[in-house]
């Protein structure tokens, strides 16, 4: 078996790595799920130069990157080419095969196929944590046995996790077929008649690469067959969702993709409407939909799509750090400080839990990156609905929860200029005090 050779470019590293076993002090199992990442490409740590965060990634490749992800998680990587130029590959998905009791103790989780799925999930299991930083990965407590010569898989590749930037690049490798990846891979439709792919020369550093892909609105299309895939049969009580509006002005901040912006990727309204919501809940169930103040006649027509009735809403109140109204809102005709949180039912016997008889319908608490809603949410769902429960449209995790989108798992970070008072509360990315 020939060993994997760390100076390459990332994203052949990653597709190396498929296959190949990873054990970290003698537990661990086969690589499933990889990610590439290169300085050339503003989703990468090292978009921006070296720093004291990402100094490990410009130094000698082979070596173990760790770095905090969502405040909460630790993240594994292996640094890729040459000293001096940022490149690594982010071990996203492991299928494991030895210390699985050690995995299940580290993890608190039965589930085999749960131990490993998703980075933050994966470094707990194996017990990697920061004091690992920049230590070899041909050298104890790691190691890692490449792929031999004889084995037959396939590899397959499409756009990485829960970034906003360079969505369109196919930088995430996955053993195909395995059940143990941390989100299923999304098939890439064929372009619609008269839509142009992408043909991309990356950077001339990284060997002339060649990537051809398709715009972020033609993989959006393919939504409906996603999240199928993720829901597989499975009947959900209470549904938690944050769609991602597609707004008609898309000349001021308020747009999320707007292109001085490029926060997130949109949906049309037909597109949300057509998730097909209504064969992943029980025959009684209730739904939480959020939904900005000008696009209200729109979140009705989609709660109405997915077979729920509208009753009630909840009023999220943005207030500032002493308590007052929050003013940066947006609006043509008032300031926007509020945002709605509408409430439906399908089926029968769909009243809230006891506690919902005495829940008042507000939440006032500080904002925090865009369009990211308060964690407030979350105890008040669950203390006034019963479960099973579903987020979709979800960023990060949530322990109790099944979570579905672009931006769920462990990995999601804001990764553009937003408030202090973010998901992540990192001062290399909080530039916007108030």
Known sequence: MAAIDFDLPSIEVARALIGASLYVSGVGGRIVETEAYDQSEPASHTFGGQTLRNAVMFG????????????????????????GHGAGVLIRAIEPT?????????????????????????????????????????????????????????????????ITKSRELHWRFVLAGSAFLSKPMREIPPPRRGARSIKHTYCKKIQQLVVICVSSSAMLTNAAADFNTFVAGRRFKTVLADPPWQF??????????????ARYATLKLDEIKALPVEDAVAD????????????????????????????????????????????????FYFRNV??????????????????????????????????????????LITSCSPGPYLEMFARGERPGWAIWGDQAGGSYVPDWPTY???????????TLEF
């Open 284 to 331: 009684s169930a209730h739904l939480y939909l959020w939904v900005p103040n000008a696009l209200l006649p729109e979140g009705l027509a989609v709660m109405q799509a997915w077979g729920f009735r509208y009753k009630a809403n909840i009023v999220w109140q943005k207030i500032r750090k002493d308590g007052g109204p929050d003013g940066r809102g947006v609006g």
């Open 338 to 379: 509020t945002e709605l949180l509408l409430f439906g039912v399908r089926g029968k016997n769909v009243r809230t839990l006891a506690p919902g008889r005495t829940q008042v319908n507000t939440i006032a608490t500080r904002k925090r990156e865009h369009s990211r809603k308060p964690d407030e949410q979350f105890p």
């Open 98 to 162: 030895r210390g699985i009791a050690a995995m299940r103790e580290r993890r608190g989780q039965q589930e085999v196929r749960l131990l490993f799925s998703g980075p933050g999930r994966l470094c707990q299991a194996l017990g990697v944590t920061h004091a690992m930083n920049g230590l070899r990965f041909d050298r104890p407590p790691f190691r890692l046995v490449p792929q031999g010569d004889d084995a037959t898989f396939k590899v397959a590749s499409g756009t990485r996790i829960g």
């Open 420 to 430: 202090a008072n973010h998901s992540q509360r990192d001062p290399q990315t909080a």
């Open 60 to 83: 000698p490749s082979g070596r173990a990157y760790v770095y905090r992800s969502y405040g909460l998680h630790w993240c594994l990587n292996v640094v890729c080419m040459r000293p």
């Open 248 to 261: 008609q002005n898309k000349t001021g901040k308020v747009a999320p993709e707007h292109k001085r912006l």
